[in-house]
């Protein structure tokens, strides 16, 4: 049940020595990709895993850039699997310009979000970030209107309850070319969102970007990172994150270091990037340049939440209540740091930046005796008050 990158040879070889970073081209990094393969005995799982992770094409181009020798029937899987995306992604492209231009025509602004903004602005190829769907940010006011022009351009697309569902509409499908094409138009960047994350606050600061030979906005540089490192959180304690997300944080922050404002970036997403150099290795460049300190790798960095709620109690019991209650309650340092944006753990041997000095501060102590502990008794609350409303739900009245 447990996942570590320490301890999961594929996962290991997915995620260190560059291979998770678009722009993970330097020799060395290649080098330490290529010990890795060598060092990986049983390639079976690995078309499986990348894919669960969604970095087939991105693996499959660094191994090729690397000249690694791989199983013929593994590089084949990847090789089939890395073209289906290339075409999938050309689909989403010119169906979204399509939904752009439509969109522009009715005065409706738009923020194309994550995958289907970081394939086209992040990615040389846009064939290389798979996506399971787009996230398409417009204001409260014309969301019903958005929704009701992808059904007519031919997308499964209820009407939106009165009010608004929090955060984003139910999602509008369409099959094109054999494949389903999933759209989902968000009115704020996160359920307890605020004026803040709306699109009215976030379009002036928008970038541009091309897609299929149109040219869109999405979030500033700033922003994108902040909802990458939110939309990771919100995976960490109830299931299993995909690897591309991490590939997403590193890969934007490494490719525009340079024209980042790194002042005006959420801390909390500049703690977890710097955690990410134990995952993937950041270059010195970007280190330099945002001011990161790594500290030192914290303990269980990579493994993933073993407790409640993610796992049922029962699922949990043969390891014992106490081990249940070490989980839920005390989780590993490096996923704790993770989930609340911790400052990376000082180190006294290593400092890879100087210019950034650590300290272990309050902070983490507050997060792993109050706040963590207090976090996992208000999801013990919710579990007691559904319950509750369930049965004491009256039964047979219609």
């Not at 909802?227 to 994150?241: A, C, G, K, V, W």
Request: hydrophobic fraction near 40%.
């Amino acid at each position: 049940m447990q996942i570590s990158f320490h301890n999961d040879p594929i996962r290991k070889h997915i995620s260190s020595s560059g291979p998770l970073c678009e722009s993970a081209r330097h020799p060395t990094q290649y080098h330490q990709l290529r010990q890795q393969a060598a060092n990986l005995t049983d390639w079976s799982n690995l078309p499986t895993q990348t894919e669960r992770h969604n970095l087939t094409p991105l693996l499959y181009t660094h191994l090729q850039a690397a000249n690694i020798s791989v199983p013929v029937a593994i590089h084949q899987q990847l090789q089939a699997r890395a073209i289906q995306h290339s075409h999938a992604n050309r689909v989403h492209g010119c169906v979204l310009a399509e939904i752009l231009t439509t969109f522009q025509a009715a005065g409706i602004e738009t923020l194309v979000l994550k995958g289907a903004a970081l394939a086209h602005l992040v990615y040389p190829q846009p064939g290389l970030r798979p996506m399971r769907d787009m996230d398409l940010l417009v204001s409260q006011s014309q969301a019903r209107l958005a929704q009701a022009l992808l059904a007519e351009l031919g997308f499964k697309a209820l009407p939106p309850d009165d009010p608004l569902p929090a955060k984003h509409l139910l999602a509008a499908k369409r099959w094109v070319e054999g494949l389903q094409v999933t759209v989902e138009l968000h009115h704020n960047l996160y359920a307890n969102g605020s004026p803040a994350t709306a699109l009215e606050a976030l379009h002036p600061a928008a970038l541009p970007l091309t897609i299929a030979g149109m040219t869109a906005q999405t979030l500033s540089y700033e922003a994108m990172l902040d909802h990458i490192y939110q939309h990771l959180r919100t995976n960490l304690l109830l299931d299993s994150p995909r690897l591309i997300w991490l590939a997403d944080l590193v890969s934007l922050a490494e490719h525009f270091a340079a024209e980042i404002d790194w002042p005006r970036v959420n801390p909390h997403a500049r703690n977890a990037l710097a955690l990410c150099h134990w995952l993937t290795p950041l270059s010195k460049e970007l280190l330099k340049t945002a001011a990161l300190n790594p500290g030192r790798p914290p303990s269980g960095i990579g493994q993933e939440f073993q407790g409640w709620p993610r796992f049922s109690l029962a699922a949990q019991r043969p390891k014992g209540h106490t081990a249940i209650l070490r989980d839920s309650f005390f989780p590993a340092e490096g996923w704790l740091r993770f989930y609340y944006g911790l400052p990376p753990a000082p180190s006294t041997k290593l400092r890879i930046n100087p210019s950034t000095k650590l300290r272990i501060g309050p902070a983490f102590w507050w997060s792993r005796w109050v706040r963590h502990p207090l976090h996992i008794l208000g999801w013990v609350r919710r579990y007691f008050v559904d319950w509750t409303k369930h049965n004491n739900h009256p039964k047979g009245r219609g």
